[in-house]
Nanobody, 125 residues
Framework: QLQPVESGGGLVQPGGSLRLSCVISGSDGVNYAIGWFRQVPGEEREGISCLSSSGRRTNYADSVKGRFTASRDNAENTVYLQMNSLKSEDTAVYYC??????????????????WGQGTQVTVSS
């Protein structure tokens, strides 16, 4: 069973940076494309980025393009989301998940049965 574990969130001022980490336990996480998602209370979870299993292909939502960068270290079975120039509207709980394909539409076939706990990112002065 694939189980994502996210970490690295926190409180940061506008314009600041955070790096989120994602480990997919329960299988060979390096074999999977990974999607990054975020959710604010009262809204649906939205896909904001993805990364192919090789790390060579990435896609980003317009809202984060140019500010967020997804990468992976397959030797460490870890995927990262570097978030720079953070804005108050980036405040959300962030999740990762193994997905079928890193598609430009950011509509993913999520492969895990259960979402991780996510990691809270709060951007506030």
């Amino acid at each position: 069973q694939l189980q994502p574990v996210e970490s690295g969130g926190g409180l940061v001022q506008p314009g600041g940076s955070l790096r989120l980490s994602c480990v997919i336990s329960g299988s060979d996480g390096v074999n999977y494309a990974i999607g990054w998602f975020r959710q604010v209370p009262g809204e649906e979870r939205e896909g904001i980025s993805c990364l192919s299993s090789s790390g060579r292909r990435t896609n980003y939502a317009d809202s984060v393009k140019g500010r967020f960068t997804a990468s992976r270290d397959n030797a460490e079975n870890t995927v990262y989301l570097q978030m720079n120039s953070l804005k108050s509207e980036d405040t959300a709980v962030y999740y990762c998940a193994p997905i079928g394909t890193c598609s430009a539409s950011l509509k993913f076939n999520v492969l895990n049965d259960n979402w991780g706990q996510g990691t809270q990112v709060t951007v506030s002065s």
